[in-house]
């Protein structure tokens, strides 16, 4: 099993450029897929970027693709989701979640509580 807590969010403006970060707990955090999800308000939680096991492979949503990246250090437990040249439309909770099977943007088993991302004009 593992827990993951988000953090990394906040108030930014169109344009900038935060890193979210995931912390998880648990030793077996490198056999985990580790993806971000988001929710806007009024609109169903969608995929963003998911990355392997070890890092050598990562694939992202079309919306966030050239913009996003996502990356992980396993000796620190930790996931990273760069955002560079935010729009308004980025705005939602930012989950990070994981799974045990492949690379995938489905059926993720754990789920973090989200950090807030505020795009401001």
């Known amino acids: 099993q593992v827990q993951l807590v988000e953090s990394g969010g906040g108030l930014v403006q169109a344009g900038g450029s935060p890193r979210l970060s995931c912390a998880a707990s648990?030793?077996?955090?490198?056999?985990?897929?580790i993806g971000w999800f988001r929710q806007a308000p009024g609109k169903e939680r969608e995929f963003v970027a998911a990355?392997?096991?070890?890092?050598?492979?990562?694939f992202n949503a079309d919306s966030v693709k050239d913009r996003f990246t996502i990356s992980r250090d396993n000796a620190k437990n930790m996931v990273y989701l760069q955002m560079n040249s935010l729009k308004h439309e980025d705005t939602a909770v930012y989950y990070c979640a994981a799974r045990r099977a492949g690379l995938s943007k489905y059926e993720y088993e754990y789920w973090g509580q989200g950090t807030q991302v505020t795009v401001s004009s």
């Open positions: 648990g030793r077996t955090f490198s056999n985990y897929v």
């Open positions: 990355i392997s096991w070890r890092g050598a492979s990562t």
